[in-house]
């Protein structure tokens, strides 16, 4: 009886080997099916809110131009794209990103079809499912996964060259390189190893020699130049920006430790596609020693000089990052390689020579590729869904955006006029979340920089208004100094979209109300038309610190006529300032304490605010009431008079 069953599970294998070996086309098409499905609805259905590099790329794609002060336009041009024919949906800026790698593993096919047999193919395809950049990383479309197809792309253009070079295709490869550096710079990395990879052969020489490279430079060129040129204009804003990420050496060791570091990363984040092609490499030698080969099973394929060209194509760029890093002493971030393993399947498969192709290995990879795409599924999930366990706080994938969307809306409508909402000033997180789910879906300008949304004109935000938003101190600084006349609001709390327990999203914001809005006119004619009347309203004036540093109240409770406030920014000693407290009801004690808050200071990186904390309290002889109390912030410093900070609008609510 068991033998029965051995044989019948040999025959099964021995028949779903001849299936895949029989139809390899059909059966990368339905894996990579698979793989963009999975990863699609994994995506869709554990993330509440778009992840922070496709909220940016969306936010971007308000206002398309030529360069960003961050990175390249490709990746923008086409969330653009996506965004104007889906009707602004999310979720199909979500499949963007699945939707590059399954690009990736369809072009990895068809290349590698091109250089082994279809089988062999196959399996480059599977190996490259143990790269993490392939299926768990690539559920983001930003300037690394876009990479990933391009990548593939400018490695056929340089075959073509390798294979026949003529000029229409150095004309070709010249567009594909153009199409590279629009979508990240770190192309530069591969581009820089074709014509070593040409050299490694007599007949790529001559091909060097020719007028070919001198097409290639000037159809990329025309490609780039209108790119080139607004990178001119703002300055190499993003080369500025990558080399701020970078971390620099503080020791000689370092020069060491961070190519090292590096390349670690890169294996980890690579190995179970190793450790597959080990095993494949083991499996094929194993099973052919000793076997003899008819003539029309060897492969028609120049073997030796494929892969060598592949190779240098393969680990040059590798070789370049470690040389950098090496010698200048700066640490790259591990996402920069995120396509350099795309060569690394058709590199395996070539170093089986001319050996002919064992249908009987397929079902392994095959199934060894279905199941590392089932776990980066599972950890997508697990990742999205689980983290607030672990950190004990909301992840950003969860973040209540609708509700912050929804609940900006009708305050800006009444200081507004109903006026739709053409900008957004805030970080890039934010500021995507309302250039997506706002209904308005306004331009952004990002942290409130007209550097960074150079595209943006100060006249035209003063003339149609603003929302400004920040969850930090920094940031709150910063918008507000950008624009003093924006009208604070009472800051904003939701609950993350999580079973477990985490501290509610806490966002702080104000509006720039248009000016020709009534509010916007009053506040011209005469601020104290905002003074909120009536006898029974205790009004709060807290001496602050100078307008520059401004201050912020973070907590207000009343517990049995004890009105407890707690936030930062009081220098009492160096204002001599008073608290004043202006009501009608009879008050029995105020006193007031220093907190330090060594979180501000780091924070705005200004140590004079490390004891700029206060805890003051007022005890009202009678029961007091929320709604009889409005809490307002004052600065009193010798260098600006005595000046209210924020509208009385931004006194708290009842």
Not at 166 to 190: I, N, P, Q, V
Not at 323 to 342: L, N, S, T
């Amino acid at each position: 009886m068991y033998v029965s069953k051995i044989e019948s599970a040999v025959s099964s294998e021995a028949r779903f080997s001849r299936f895949l070996a029989s139809y390899p086309g059909a059966v990368a098409g339905v894996f990579i099916c698979l793989h963009f499905i999975g990863l699609s609805a994994a995506v869709l259905f554990s993330q509440d809110t778009l992840s922070g590099d496709v909220l940016e790329q969306i936010a971007w794609s308000r206002d398309p131009q030529w360069v960003y002060a961050k990175h390249p336009p490709l990746p923008v041009w086409i969330m653009t794209a996506a965004m104007w024919a889906s009707g602004n949906k999310p979720w199909v800026a979500a499949m963007l990103g699945p939707l590059s790698s399954a690009a990736a593993l369809f072009m990895v096919y068809r290349y590698a079809s091109r250089i082994v047999d279809p089988g062999r193919a196959l399996i480059a395809t599977f190996l490259l499912e143990g790269v993490i950049y392939f299926n768990f990383a690539s559920t983001e479309f930003n300037h690394n996964g876009i990479l990933l197809p391009l990548w593939v792309l400018i490695a056929g253009r340089a075959r073509r060259l390798y294979c026949r070079g003529s000029a229409w295709d150095w004309a070709l490869f010249g567009l594909a390189a153009a199409l590279g550096m629009l979508a990240k710079y770190g192309s530069l990395l591969l581009l820089a190893a074709v014509p070593l990879a040409l050299a490694a052969d007599a007949g790529g020489r001559r091909k060097l020699l020719s007028w070919g490279p001198a097409i290639a430079v000037l159809c990329g060129s025309v490609a780039l130049g209108p790119h080139l040129y607004h990178l001119y204009r703002i300055g190499f804003a993003p080369v500025h920006y990558a080399n701020g990420r970078l971390q620099t050496a503080a020791s000689a060791l370092d020069h060491l430790r961070f190519p090292l570091g590096w390349l670690l990363a890169q294996l980890l984040n690579a190995g179970p596609a190793i450790l597959m092609a080990a095993a494949f490499l083991f499996i094929w030698r194993r099973e052919s020693q000793g076997g003899k080969l008819a003539a029309s099973e060897v492969l028609d394929h120049s073997s030796r000089h494929d892969l060598r060209f592949h190779f240098v194509l393969f680990a040059a760029p590798f070789l370049f990052c470690l040389a950098i890093q090496a010698i200048d002493g700066v640490r790259f971030r591990d996402m920069w390689g995120f396509p350099f393993f795309a060569l690394f399947g058709a590199v395996t498969v070539l170093l089986t020579g001319a050996q002919p192709f064992r249908q009987d290995i397929l079902p392994k990879f095959a199934l060894a590729g279905a199941g590392m795409l089932a776990l980066a599924i599972i950890g997508i999930f697990s990742v999205n869904l689980g983290s607030a366990y672990v950190t004990k706080k909301g992840p950003r994938v969860l973040f209540p955006a609708r509700e912050l969307a929804a609940a900006v809306q009708g305050r800006w409508d009444s200081l507004s006029g109903s006026a739709p909402l053409r900008y957004i000033a805030a970080e890039s997180f934010l500021g995507g979340i309302f250039a997506t789910y706002h209904k308005d879906h306004p331009s952004v300008l990002f942290d409130g920089d007209f550097k960074e949304s150079f595209w943006l004109k100060r006249a035209d935000i003063d003339r149609a208004g603003a929302i400004l938003v920040w969850d930090n101190y920094r940031d709150r600084h910063k918008m507000l100094s950008a624009f003093p006349g924006a009208v604070r609001q009472t800051p904003l709390e939701f609950p993350y979209h999580t079973k477990f327990r985490v501290s509610p999203a806490r966002v702080g914001w104000a509006i720039l109300p248009p000016s020709n809005s009534p509010v916007a006119t009053a506040q011209a004619a005469d601020p104290v038309t905002q003074r909120p009347p009536g006898p029974a309203v205790t009004l709060i004036s807290l001496p602050l610190a100078p307008a520059e540093q401004e201050g912020f109240v973070d907590e207000w409770k009343l517990e049995s006529g004890n009105l407890i406030i707690r936030g930062w920014g009081l220098w009492q000693p160096a204002l001599g300032g008073q608290v004043l407290v202006n009501t009608n009801l009879p008050v029995e004690k105020v006193s007031i304490i220093t907190v330090a808050r060594p979180d501000v200071a780091a924070e705005l990186q200004d140590q004079r605010l490390a004891h700029s904390g206060f805890e003051l309290n007022i005890h009202f002889n009678n029961t007091v009431t929320k709604s009889e109390i409005k809490i307002c912030l004052w600065t009193e410093d010798p260098a600006f008079g005595r000046q209210i900070t924020h509208d009385w609008a931004f006194c708290s609510p009842s």
